[in-house]
């Protein structure tokens, strides 16, 4: 069952979106892009909530929207959406604030009271069923937002920037927490985020618009590694990795390539650990001094983009590098060059998996 939407919206702005999404099955697809590029539009468009001018949204062979002879209305289309400010009904009830979507699909009041504390105990909320909004933190509120949007059983999940509303430290467990629930549903899920760190830890594939146009995508990794614009390197340049947290050492998982680091902030257990190019040094020789992490690599790619130079390094673990032109000149960087890696341990951010 793929999510096959070809979608083209033309505004009398002059604003034109023209994007190909294939969204399959257990994928979350993550849409990023500057502002004013056309994701929510996009989404919008997915959800039936802006009309297509031109193309097609279905799921398999089911269409929802194929001008100028179809257009299933939002209310009759198998989709659960998280708004940015998450659009609670103050006056309700956490509890009747997720029963609402399944009594505005028909389902009777008790069945769908059940179904609603269901959810809430699963996102963890049991205890404020009775909670109005207001009452709520902006974690809960927006876990009720979740739950009220998977109640429905949708068969396509639109996260409209979920995360942005709460602060840096509620984010940081609530993505964790997202990323879980996400594992478990079965269902198409379209992310759209300004946050590459939302889109690189949530989604399996990247779709960067810019203009209403798509100008790359693919998995995390690939687009991190092989930026085709200076947005996009902007945008995903980001060391990522996982692995097991003991104190101020993390072991990466072989999966992200092997070997430790050492971090700021002690922790235990899953963790990912992320840090920005910049905050890359390269050295001909081990670098001496400071309580940092060094590791020898050699040098893969190097690509030139409008300011800096992005080097791309094989290594325990493999990093990405973002340095000067001068730089690239002086240490002679080129493909097989072999170097020392250096980055500072506060230059690093950690937090659960
Ligand atoms: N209701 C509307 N009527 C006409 N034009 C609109 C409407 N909504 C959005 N637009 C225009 O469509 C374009 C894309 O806007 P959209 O909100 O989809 O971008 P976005 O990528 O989600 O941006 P942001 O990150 O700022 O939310 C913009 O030029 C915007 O002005």
Known sequence: MTLYA????ARDTGFRLAAHLTIEP???VALLGPNGAGKT????????LVPLTD???RLDDDSWDAPPGVFVPTEHR?????FQDYLLFNHMT???NVAFGLRARGTDRATARTAARQWLDKVGLGDHALTKPRALSGGQAQRVALARALATDPRLLLLDEPLAALDASTRVHIRAELGRHLADYPGHTLLV????LDAMVLADHLVIIEHGEIVQQGPPAQVARQPRTDYVAQLVGLNLYR???RDNVVTLDDASGGGELTVAEPATGQVHVAFPPTAVSLHPRPPAGGPRNSWPVTVVHVEQHAHTVRVRLDGMPPVLADVTPATVAELHLSPGTPLWAGVKATETTTYPS
């Open 6 to 9: 070809d979608l083209v919206v």
């Open 26 to 28: 257990g994928q979350v």
């Open 41 to 48: 539009t996009a989404l919008r468009a997915l959800a039936g």
């Open 55 to 57: 193309g097609t949204v």
């Open 78 to 82: 198998p989709v659960g959406v998280v």
């Open 94 to 96: 956490a509890l009747d």
């Open 193 to 196: 985020t300004h946050d590459p």
């Open 243 to 245: 692995g097991t947290a």
